[in-house]
């Protein structure tokens, strides 16, 4: 059967709808995790290759993904690509890049529509993958999952919408219309944070609107960006459309950035990378012929911002879980909590009461609500802010959390009484740290909450209906929250992305976005 003979077809398919989150206060879903833990627990310790043109490769020397709750338990390893083996990869792409780009437009959904329904199925699965290479909690895995279900099933919807012919003005004597086209062959580089849901919904946008994808994963979660990979493979999606290549983006990552034969990149990292991408990317190499794209989502230095108005228990357990909801590490965190004078140390005080509350651990073992961050460099780097944040503030928090012997743990750590110029609230940490500071009122909070070269997330608790109109148009982020935490957008409800030096504004998960992997062509036929 061809994929697009299935029960369900494109026209009966149901709305969009968000995936729903898993309760794991309920048995029956406790189990399925744990089921699905020892499932991934059993096959811990692989070795995988990097995979073109359908073609498992070999290299001899390898990448390593390791546990960051035990550093030395081995996730898998891979061999690791060579410029040789990357440059096969644009070939094959480019060449495959030739067929993909005529086959209509609805069966590329189907492969999208089937994708989700696989994942869907092995849910917990994915989500185990993540808690065992990554560290997450079982609910941030769960929702990372979710997301991931959420762009397959999101970006067909809307290749739907933008494959046929798309309607313009028409003028006596002539038919016109516009059609879009894809672009070509793209690079696609995501993070490590986020390893399923982001690298699904950057690869699953480039190959629903057509073009062909080399995927260069994180090398700290290879393994995760291999199942999806393996995903596609299960559903049929033509050998050469989807090119796995894991290795050291210096080895690899700058040949497909410059290669006159990649026609766009799609980055989401930091802003050290992304801005070196953008610079490569601008030069044109000999025999390049067309100005390449860039889709960079970098990072972000967000805030919540708290008024005397507002609901202040709510408001603390929002700062709570924005700042420390997978140990902090996510470009939309709330690194930063701005409180305004009256209500400061009330404020204060319910956020350190509820952080001395959270517990660490592996989260393979008990769904803890932090678990290690990512790896030794990550794990050097915030012990190394926390020194200066002793410098900055006061420590108020971080000292009562019971933190594991081995492993990359750092417990949730919270300064107050930080000038807004400190570098713990103008550099982005990526790790669980808080720096709470006082704002005078109301606008002196806007002034703040604006005053970093970011400009991704924030959030505003207030019940002051004209603080909260002035903050829809003065308060500068991409996505932007009222009365509830800055992190957690969903996919086609907060279409995402930043302004400023938190990237292009991409927009992922909204209408906008699948555009930025096509091109407009306009015909007109006189008659």
């Given at each position: ?12 398919r ?139 099933e ?15 003005v028409q ?32 690869t ?31 559903v ?8 796995f ?68 228990e ?66 050097k ?22 933190v ?23 550099e ?100």
């Amino acid at each position: 059967m061809s994929i697009l003979e299935r029960e369900t077809t494109s026209a009966e398919r149901a709305p969009y709808k968000n995936e729903p989150l898993t309760d794991f206060t309920l048995p029956k879903n406790k189990l399925a995790m744990e089921a699905a833990l020892s499932k991934v627990a059993s096959q811990l310790g692989q070795t995988l290759n990097p995979v073109v043109g359908g073609k498992k490769l070999e290299s001899g020397k390898f990448l390593n993904s390791y546990n960051p709750a035990r550093p030395d338990e081995l996730i898998a390893r891979f061999h690791s690509a060579t410029t040789d083996q990357a440059e096969q990869a644009v070939q094959v792409a480019s060449e495959t890049f030739k067929t993909w780009r005529n086959v209509p437009f609805e069966e590329r959904a189907e492969y999208l529509f089937k994708a989700a329904d696989l994942m869907r199925q092995r849910k917990h699965e994915f989500s185990a993958w993540m808690v065992f290479e990554i560290g997450k909690n079982w609910n941030e895995a769960d929702a990372d999952t979710a997301e991931a279900i959420d762009f397959l099933e999101y970006y067909a919807r809307e290749m739907l919408r933008l494959g046929g012919p798309q309607p313009v003005v028409q003028v006596e004597g002539e038919k016109n219309h516009l059609v879009y086209v894809p672009l070509g062959v793209g690079v696609v580089i995501p993070p490590w944070n986020f390893p399923l849901a982001i690298t699904t919904g950057m690869t699953s946008a480039a190959i629903v609107t057509g073009n062909t994808v080399i995927l260069k994963p994180s090398s700290v979660t290879p393994v995760i960006a291999y199942r999806l990979y393996e995903l596609f493979e299960e559903v049929g999606l033509p050998a050469g459309v989807f090119n796995f290549l894991p290795g050291s983006g210096g080895a690899i990552g700058d040949l497909l950035v410059d290669h006159p034969r990649t026609r766009f990149i799609s980055f989401t990292g930091s802003k050290e990378v992304g801005l070196r991408i953008f610079d490569r990317a601008s030069k044109a190499a000999p025999g390049q012929i067309w100005l390449k794209r860039t889709v960079l989502e970098m990072g972000g230095k967000d805030s919540v911002v708290v008024d005397e108005t507002a609901d202040l228990e709510a408001a603390a357990s929002a700062i709570v879980t924005s700042a420390f909801g997978f140990q902090g590490q996510k470009c939309s965190a709330g690194s930063r909590a701005i409180l305004v004078d009256p209500i400061y140390d009330e404020v204060l005080e319910k956020v350190v009461k509820k952080v001395d509350k959270l517990e660490l651990g592996p989260t393979d073992e008990k769904n803890y609500n932090l678990g290690p961050v990512s790896d030794e460099k990550a794990y050097k780097k915030i012990r190394e802010y926390i020194e200066i944040g002793k410098g900055e503030g006061k420590l108020v928090a971080g000292e009562k959390n019971t933190v594991p012997e081995t492993g990359y743990f750092i417990p949730p750590t919270v300064f107050s009484e930080v000038d807004p110029q400190a570098r713990i609230a103008q550099e982005e940490i990526f790790g669980p740290v808080l720096a709470v500071i006082r704002a005078r009122d109301f606008d002196h909070a806007l002034e703040i909450a604006n005053g970093t070269e970011y400009g991704l997330t924030g959030a505003l608790f207030s019940q002051d209906q004209a603080r909260l109109e002035r903050a829809e148009t003065e308060f500068h982020a991409g996505n932007l929250y009222f009365n509830r935490k800055c992190t957690g957008a969903l996919v086609g409800v907060q279409p995402f992305g930043g302004f400023n030096m938190s990237g292009t504004d991409s927009k992922a998960g909204g209408q906008d976005y699948l555009l930025l992997f096509l091109q407009g062509k306009s015909i007109a036929r006189k008659s």
